[in-house]
């Protein structure tokens, strides 16, 4: 192994890296592209159906079998904060 083929080695070594760099770099915005088009297709569609928002949190429950007297009254229609 003589000079002149580690220097070959080592251009083809740099190559493949830039290509792969410039791959990663295309998927990256691809994914970000596709990451935008879909979230605002999916707040479209929560509009659409008159959802506003995604709801925060678990409703309460409807009772509390260890402690009737801490019964909630809780419908079984879901409501969105507007």
Known sequence: VDR???I???YGGGAIFAIM???IIIM???KRKFLRVYDRAHKG???KRGIDAIPKGNPPPPSNPARP???VANPNKIRYMK
């Open 45 to 47: 569609n929560l509009v």
């Open 28 to 30: 990256i915005l691809k």
């Open 4 to 6: 002149g083929m580690l």
């Open 21 to 23: 760099l410039v791959i």
């Open 69 to 71: 007297e801490e019964r």
């Open 8 to 10: 070959y080695i080592a």
